[in-house]
């Protein structure tokens, strides 16, 4: 690993930039289309949100590991959606519990991150509406404006859970679908 060089990392990280930005737009339409379909339902006989609503939720949480199917397979955009299909039926409530918990943690972190920004502003806020003549010195906008970096800092690491959790949920349903066990290749890592 020592030897290792961006150069060498480069294609890999170029593709797979493509694959997730391809699964994303893909995912965004399919998620764009099948939300009309539920709000022309909706529309047509409210009475059907009670049933199309919870369809969703389950939907969408068992859509959940497309991207790191689509991302870890050398597979097509397609076949990558059937199979994220079956792995997340398979697993659907650890994807729920991991995805609940993930989130959770993010928010956590990103309201702990956060707080001191927007106590930051809210303080800026009331000297804008004071009578000063001054509505903030130079050096309370420099501090506003670090906080505001360390609270989008915030926000990048909380997001992290979520994709982190995913990744780890992806594992554990293609081990349980696919009988692909990862302990084994990590005991016989010195036989590669």
């Known amino acids: 690993i020592q030897e290792l060089t961006f150069a060498e990392l480069k294609p890999y990280?170029?593709?797979?930039?493509?694959?997730?930005?391809?699964?994303?737009f893909v995912l965004f339409i399919i998620m764009a289309v099948f939300l009309a379909i539920i709000g022309f339902l909706?529309?047509?006989?409210?009475?059907?949100?009670?049933?199309?609503?919870?369809?969703?939720?389950?939907?969408?949480?068992?859509?959940?590991?497309?991207?790191?199917?689509?991302?870890?397979?050398?597979?097509?955009?397609?076949?990558?959606?059937?199979?994220?299909?079956?792995?997340?039926?398979?697993?659907?409530g650890g994807i729920?519990?991991?995805?609940?918990?993930?989130?959770?943690?993010?928010?956590?972190?990103?309201?702990?991150?956060?707080?001191p920004y927007s106590a930051m502003i809210g303080v800026q806020t009331i000297f804008a509406l004071s009578d000063t003549t001054e509505v903030s010195p130079s050096g309370f906008?420099?501090?506003?404006?670090?906080?505001?970096?360390?609270?989008?800092?915030?926000?990048l690491v909380g997001n992290i859970f979520f994709v982190i959790g995913m990744a780890y949920q992806y594992s554990h349903a293609a081990e349980k679908m696919n009988s692909v066990s990862?302990?084994?290749?990590?005991?016989?890592?010195?036989?590669?």
């Open 182 to 192: 990862v302990v084994e290749d990590i005991d016989n890592f010195e036989n590669f």
């Open 141 to 155: 906008n420099v501090v506003t404006y670090l906080l505001g970096v360390i609270s989008a800092y915030g926000a």
């Open 42 to 92: 909706a529309g047509m006989l409210p009475l059907t949100a009670l049933i199309t609503f919870p369809a969703m939720i389950v939907l969408l949480v068992a859509v959940t590991l497309f991207i790191p199917t689509y991302m870890f397979e050398n597979v097509s955009i397609f076949t990558a959606f059937s199979k994220s299909f079956q792995m997340g039926f398979a697993t659907w």
């Open 96 to 115: 729920f519990v991991i995805s609940l918990v993930m989130i959770i943690i993010g928010s956590i972190l990103q309201g702990v991150m956060s707080m």
């Open 13 to 24: 990280l170029l593709k797979n930039i493509g694959r997730y930005l391809a699964s994303f």
